[in-house]
């Protein structure tokens, strides 16, 4: 309850800034962010253990939540008045492409689980369509927008301890770094724009930490095997 007082608190003074939105899911996701980096597929990118098979499940739960949300902001956002999502925001195509490249060459889906987890989080993100929640799919899509921030990063993780004589393909994280920190400061500047008021505030934020809350499940299984 204390934590809960201080953090609208918090985002009341920080609605006096220019940077309120940003701040408040900053501020509210950062101990996820921190979660996300233990899971297994990430401590095995770090260890140089890392397998095709992990590869390819990473890949399919990131198409998976990443269809969801370009559907719901689709029909959500498609006409705002300020650049908070467009057609060419979606990296959909990447992925398929890579899985495609991937199940080419044989290698086959390992977990199950994650790919449930991930279908359910997408009817999570379809249901704030249905009711009309456009601030939580904002909170969502500053999660989405923050995991493609950081793809360079993980595209060059990936090139430098991926096991010998394992190839494999990277469209999907195939970012340019100065693109990616404009785009989310275009997104970013955005977003502070149309989430003003501390019930907005409070919506985004929603939706930003059942996202986060969601992808430790999602991604619990990729990377381990099974």
């Not at 994650?114 to 279908?119: R, T």
């Not at 360079?152 to 393909?169: F, H, K, N, T, Y």
Request: aromatic share 8%; with cysteine; net charge negative.
């Amino acid at each position: 309850m204390y934590k809960q007082l201080l953090f609208a608190l918090n985002c009341l003074f920080m609605m006096h800034t220019e940077m309120a939105a940003r701040a408040c899911l900053r501020q509210a996701t950062r101990e996820h962010q921190e979660q996300l980096q233990a899971l297994p597929f990430f401590r095995s990118l770090a260890a140089g253990t890392m397998d095709a098979a992990s590869y390819l499940d990473f890949l399919k739960v990131l198409e998976t939540v990443h269809e969801a949300v370009d559907e719901a902001a689709r029909r959500l956002l498609l006409h705002s008045p300020v650049a908070l999502w467009d057609e060419r925001s979606s990296r959909r195509a990447a992925f398929a492409a890579d899985i495609a490249c991937l199940e080419a060459k044989g290698t086959r889906q390992r977990s199950v689980n994650a790919q449930v987890y991930a279908l359910a989080l997408g009817e999570e993100v379809m249901a704030l369509v249905e009711a009309g929640d456009t601030m939580a799919l904002l909170g969502a899509l500053y999660v989405l927008h923050g995991l493609t921030l950081g793809a360079p990063v993980l595209r060059a993780q990936l090139e430098r301890s991926c096991p010998r004589g394992l190839d494999l393909p990277n469209g999907a994280l195939s970012f340019n770094a100065d693109e990616a920190h404009a785009d989310w400061e275009r997104f970013g500047e955005a977003l502070d724009a149309v989430v003003c008021r501390a019930a907005d505030i409070e919506r985004a934020v929603h939706g930003a930490q059942f996202t986060h809350l969601a992808l430790p499940f999602v991604g619990g299984d990729v990377g381990d095997a099974q």
